[in-house]
């Protein structure tokens, strides 16, 4: 049983206050401020005390074995489809605050990313730079943009360029963007539609994996890497044993050369420099493992929300990756996103508080 790794989560999640927005937005925006049902522990997405408690997520983490998160939001996620430019970016602002505030708690443990409005490329600039500048690790965009503002386009190359000189990782999230608008008649359709296909489990997985991968051909082919060789992305809570097959086929067509491209390399090889990705629960990944991904794919937990592997994370980590050699899977567990966040992790490797029981 693997018990000594010294593990970091790379996609861990908050519970927001259902009335967070409209109690913190501005006067004028308050009346537009997002709504959302109180949740009571144990319902929805709330599965933990610690997802709303910074002081009581620390010792759950404890008992996961888990010492240092990396922090998404949880209904800040359906704020990516806001369609109000203005109301989006003080949305956003709010809880850039409010997670500083939560991970203020335990700073050595907990890490915020920002999240950012990216209508208007140059306040996305200023917010990303003001939340460098307050301490945040990285930061998030929408995973599905609108039609007309495509990945493809150069409407994000100033916020790229910033994010590049900042050293600033930008993370795509499943359920972020024009795919989930927030606003409530167009949100209700949407909602219907998800409803439907998730009674189809595959159309539901197809969907997600099918965002994830056009947002990372987007990204890789249309030149974007070329220009910002030392920007980084993360795919997140997508799994990862889908990607080398994606990388492969793009390799193939770019071999072929027969389309117009300015790429100097293959998209595997801008994938391996340029991106990493998140893993949980992902069986498929560990039989390819060392092999591919060693040095991008990163380990999480998703806690505090129900498919979370909390409290056995140790003992999915020893079914998926106790075959790897011991230094590629300290690279998972903790080597990678440590370097990629440039988190403080100690030279010595705490043991967990209790084992994981079996799943």
């Not at 888990?66 to 996620?77: D, K, N, R, S, Y």
């Not at 008649?185 to 991968?213: G, W």
């Not at 889908?242 to 994938?271: C, T, V």
């Not at 490797?349 to 029981?357: D, F, H, M, N």
């Amino acid at each position: 049983m693997v018990t000594e790794d010294y593990l970091i989560s790379a996609d861990s999640h908050v519970m927001e206050d259902p009335e967070l927005w409209s109690k913190r937005l501005p006067a004028r925006w308050r009346a537009d401020a997002p709504v959302f049902p109180t949740v009571e522990v144990g319902q929805g997405f709330q599965g933990h005390e610690g997802g709303k408690d910074p002081a009581l997520r620390v010792e759950e983490m404890a008992v996961d074995g888990v010492a240092q998160e990396i922090l998404f939001p949880t209904l800040g996620l359906g704020l990516f489809g806001i369609t109000d430019p203005q109301l989006q970016q003080a949305c956003f602002r709010v809880y850039n605050d409010w997670i500083l505030e939560y991970c203020s708690v335990a700073p050595d443990r907990l890490f915020g990313l920002a999240v950012i409005s990216t209508y208007d490329i140059d306040h996305a600039v200023s917010e990303l730079e003001r939340c460098r500048d307050a301490g945040f690790v990285g930061a998030s965009v929408w995973e599905v943009p609108p039609d007309n503002l495509s990945f493809r386009s150069a409407h994000y190359d100033a916020l790229w360029e910033a994010a590049q000189g900042l050293d600033m990782p930008i993370n795509l999230h499943i359920l972020t963007g024009s795919a989930y608008p927030l606003e409530s008649e167009r949100r209700t359709r949407i909602m219907m539609r998800l409803r439907r296909e998730l009674s189809d489990r595959s159309r539901h997985a197809n969907a997600l994996v099918f965002q994830a991968s056009n947002a990372m051909g987007d990204l890789i082919t249309s030149g974007v890497l070329e220009r910002f060789p030392q920007l980084r992305f993360v795919i997140v809570e997508s799994e990862a044993s889908w990607i080398p097959f994606i990388l492969s086929q793009y390799d193939k067509f770019a071999s072929r050369r027969n389309e117009d491209s300015s790429l100097g390399m293959l998209p595997s090889e801008y994938f391996c420099r340029n991106f990493h990705a998140t893993f949980h629960n992902d069986p498929t990944l560990g039989s390819i493992l060392p092999k591919w991904g060693a040095e991008t794919c990163m380990w999480s937990n998703d806690f505090p929300h129900p498919n979370s592997t909390w409290p056995h994370s140790r003992t999915v980590i020893q079914r998926d990756l106790g075959h790897v050699p011991d230094d590629a899977r300290r690279a998972l567990v903790c080597g990678n996103v440590a370097g990629l966040y440039h988190l403080p992790v100690p030279a010595s490797l705490p043991a967990p508080v209790a084992e994981s029981r079996p799943a």
